[in-house]
């Protein structure tokens, strides 16, 4: 509203926010006030000039009491509408904090109040409870997950450790359970992160950073940084890949071509194929990773990016189904899609980014 723009100009060194108020709401009711006594004195001349007051009988006083009716509807309206764009946004904060301070961190109040000062405490108080309900969320989704997918591995160690108190164990057999339990601890440690890591991504609320750079050399550094486990399975990769610029988290969008190019030379079997392709568009820019392995049934495909969940339980020891979760969140913190599409010949997964560098 203009009136608290001029309040804000012309008493700027009131910094806090609620004697800025009290005091905005001091001056609009006096100046309510004033105009409306203008008003009333300027109708009471006007009348006095016509002669409804000449005569002194018992109707001037009627219209006196109708005049002072009428001005006091007015004023009493006035004071109001401008008590209602002030006060009832405050009643509603103050409700909202009672929800918060019982533990219910959903709460929202309106931020397209009447004036600038209510709008910057609704909007800081929207963030707060924000942030309060992400670390909160954070905490139960840790808790959840690790009671869901660390008791396997928990119950791998146990087991293996308890056999170790054997004293009859041969060396081999010795190396052989505690292999087991190390690979255990790898996976607990690899979880743990996954889990952490999706937590955050899930409930980013600040604007990652974004920086432009080369597509196309980040794709051909991941494909070296793998290249002992394609080489290994004796795996065909074709890469056709433009100079491309993107703009976009480079970190982030690593991981998200890592794990991509991860699950193709895991599920491709030997002698297999690996197709990446770069497609530079007017708004937007694809990558493409496709493999000619088993294909991905329809049912599994809906559920793909779900947490947790494997399409090929004969891997699951090699991952813990939090790796596409984690690129489908990374590719929507950039306003950017991931799909999949899987026939007999081909599965194919593509990453679609917006180009328009405004988009967070």
């Not at 000062?117 to 905490?139: D, Q, W």
Request: hydrophobic share 40%; charged share 20%.
């Amino acid at each position: 509203m203009k009136n608290s723009r001029f309040f804000s100009k012309w008493f700027p060194k009131v910094k806090n926010e609620g004697k800025r108020i009290i005091l905005l709401f001091t001056l609009t009711v006096c100046g309510l006030l004033f105009v409306e006594m203008i008003l009333a004195a300027g109708i009471v001349m006007l009348l006095m000039h016509w002669g409804w007051f000449s005569g002194g009988d018992i109707s001037s006083h009627l219209i006196t009491l109708y005049l002072l009716i009428l001005f006091f509807i007015i004023g009493a309206s006035m004071t109001y509408l401008i008590g209602n764009h002030l006060f009832v946004p405050l009643n509603d904060l103050n409700e909202s904090m009672k929800k918060v301070t019982n533990g219910d961190y959903t709460v929202q109040v309106k931020e397209d109040v009447g004036f600038s000062e209510l709008r910057e405490m609704s909007r800081n108080f929207n963030i707060m409870v924000r942030e309060l309900n992400n670390t909160t969320i954070i905490h139960s989704d840790f808790t959840r997950n690790v009671s869901h997918e660390f008791k396997t591995p928990l119950s791998t160690i146990e087991g293996y450790a308890t056999l170790l108190e054997n004293r009859d164990l041969t060396e081999e057999e010795r190396y052989q359970y505690a292999a087991a339990i190390v690979e255990s601890t790898h996976r607990l440690t690899k979880l743990t992160g996954n889990i952490l890591e999706l937590s955050r991504l899930e409930n980013q609320t600040i604007h990652i950073t974004k920086e432009d750079f080369s597509l196309d050399e980040q794709l051909r550094e991941v494909i070296l940084l793998y290249e002992s486990a394609w080489e290994e399975k004796s795996l065909d990769i074709e890469p056709d890949l433009p100079e491309t610029t993107c703009h976009g988290n480079r970190e982030l969008l690593f991981h998200v071509w890592q794990n991509l190019l991860n699950n193709a030379i895991k599920f491709t079997p030997s002698g297999g194929c690996i197709l990446i392709n770069i497609k530079d568009g007017k708004d937007s820019l694809s990558v493409t990773i496709s493999d000619n392995g088993l294909p991905i049934s329809s049912e599994d495909q809906k559920r793909i990016f779900e947490q947790f969940y494997q399409a090929d339980t004969s891997h699951t020891s090699d991952g813990n189904g939090l790796g596409l979760p984690i690129a489908c969140k990374v590719v929507s913190l950039h306003g950017g899609s991931i799909s999949v599409e899987s026939n007999d010949e081909l599965t194919s997964f593509t990453v679609t980014l917006p180009k328009n560098r405004s988009t967070t």
